[in-house]
């Protein structure tokens, strides 16, 4: 069994966010489980988080997908492929 991870890390949540939901959309087909991390709650938030995304289907996709996030400004990401 393999699973193909896509972790997403963003620094400037509160200019990226909507941008990154954006992409998320565009590719949701291909997006299996999708869990969001930031630190904080109620007026404590931080500015920056990370997704941990759980991707299915062609790997050629994957890339682009990650490509599109990599242009927004302070989002990095990167692939990690787990296998059994």
């Known amino acids: 069994m393999k699973k193909q991870i896509l972790l997403v890390l963003?620094?400037?949540?509160?200019?990226?966010?909507v941008?990154?939901?954006?992409?998320?959309?565009?590719?949701?087909?291909?997006?299996?489980?999708?869990?969001?991390?930031?630190?904080?709650?109620?007026?404590?938030?931080?500015?920056?988080?990370?997704?941990?995304?759980?991707?299915?289907?062609?790997k050629k996709k994957h890339k682009e997908m990650a490509r599109k996030l990599g242009l927004v400004k302070r989002v990095s990401t990167k692939f990690v492929e787990l296998s059994v």
């Open 10 to 17: 963003i620094g400037n949540r509160k200019e990226s966010a």
């Open 19 to 58: 941008t990154v939901q954006k992409i998320l959309t565009g590719w949701g087909c291909l997006i299996k489980t999708r869990l969001g991390i930031h630190d904080g709650v109620l007026d404590e938030c931080s500015d920056a988080g990370l997704l941990i995304l759980e991707i299915v289907g062609d």
